[in-house]
């Protein structure tokens, strides 16, 4: 399940890695949206 959400997530929500986005200086949704795809991606490998 958290593969298919995986890759759903890659193809939706915006990358913020390509995009060079300091953490430092992210907005609350952009850290929501980072700590989403963490989450997702930490499940899908397990």
């Given at each position: 399940m958290y593969?298919?959400?995986?890759?759903?997530?890659?193809?939706?929500?915006?990358?913020?890695?390509?995009?060079?986005?300091?953490?430092?200086?992210?907005?609350?949704?952009?850290?929501?949206?980072?700590?989403?795809?963490?989450?997702?991606?930490?499940?899908?490998?397990?």
């Open positions: 593969k298919l959400l995986a890759k759903i997530n890659k193809l939706l929500l915006p990358s913020f890695t390509k995009q060079q986005l300091d953490l430092a200086k992210a907005k609350k949704w952009q850290m929501a949206i980072i700590g989403w795809r963490y989450y997702v991606t930490k499940r899908s490998l397990e």
